[in-house]
């Protein structure tokens, strides 16, 4: 149980274009989604929380315009980095939270690698 | 805001062996501590976790400790694998619904056959 996807696994985009993100739970219900960012060797470093139907909750620093973040339901919340550039190039990675019953847990998918040439 | 200190940065153990990764936090009102383990190219999966009111839980090869007093808590594991290989981050939260995680710098463990 408390399965994360996330779709596509890896994307190579050129600059200017815009990539969305997927970030399903598959066998629970995520009150809350988070949206995080992961360079090389490097910790994980949260870009933004979501709760389905709000708007998120952005991280100092992380630009609400240019990561758009949609979580339309109790299962899927979307990442869309817009007008990708070099820079944004980077390894997403969402995770969920049940958040019902006490659960404090975040499951984590399994990671979206970003190209942007 | 919370800090959490994770030592050491990389760790080698002959297969077989014990590994222990500590981890310290600021925030006395953390109460949830999770610990991840994240293999090259793949989201980190959770391995263990631990909430304040108890001192230690095990599952199987696998341990978590927590003092705190000393804010500080740690993961060990015994009988290593290879496959145990990979880089282990610890996590402190308060523990309510959509807290925020806040993430050691991690420790790539290798196992030596």
């Known amino acids: 149980g408390a399965v994360v996807s996330q779709h596509p696994s890896w994307v190579i985009c050129k600059s200017g274009t815009s990539v969305k993100i997927e970030c399903r739970s598959l066998?629970?219900?995520?009150?809350?989604m988070f949206w995080y960012r992961q360079f090389p060797k490097q910790s994980l470093m949260l870009m933004a929380t979501?709760?389905?139907?709000?708007?998120?909750?952005?991280e100092q620093g992380v630009e609400k315009d240019k990561f758009l973040i949609n979580h339309a339901s109790l299962t899927l919340s979307t990442l869309t980095v817009t007008s990708a550039h070099p820079e944004d190039s980077s390894f997403y990675i969402c995770?969920?939270?049940?958040?019902?019953?006490?659960?404090?847990?975040?499951?984590f998918g399994p990671g979206t690698r970003l190209t942007v040439t | 805001g919370e800090n959490v200190e994770q030592h050491p940065s990389t760790l080698s153990v002959q297969e077989g062996d014990s590994a222990v990764i500590k981890c310290t936090y600021s925030?006395?009102?953390?109460?949830?501590f999770p610990w991840y383990k994240q293999e090259l190219g793949k989201g980190p999966q959770l391995i263990i976790d631990?909430?304040?009111?108890?001192g230690e839980k095990k599952d199987q090869r696998i341990a978590v400790t927590l003092n705190k007093t000393a804010k500080h808590f740690s993961l060990h594991i015994t009988e290593t694998q290879p496959e145990d290989s990979a880089v282990y981050f610890c996590?402190?939260?308060?523990?309510?619904?959509?807290?925020?995680?806040?993430f050691g710098t991690g420790t790539s463990l290798t196992v030596i056959p």
């Open positions: 995770s969920a939270a049940p958040g019902t019953g006490g659960r404090y847990e975040q499951y």
């Open positions: 066998d629970f219900q995520a009150t809350t």
């Open positions: 979501s709760n389905e139907g709000s708007k998120a909750t952005y």
């Open positions: 925030d006395s009102a953390s109460n949830y």
């Open positions: 631990i909430r304040s009111n108890v």
């Open positions: 996590a402190a939260s308060k523990g309510n619904t959509g807290n925020q995680f806040y």
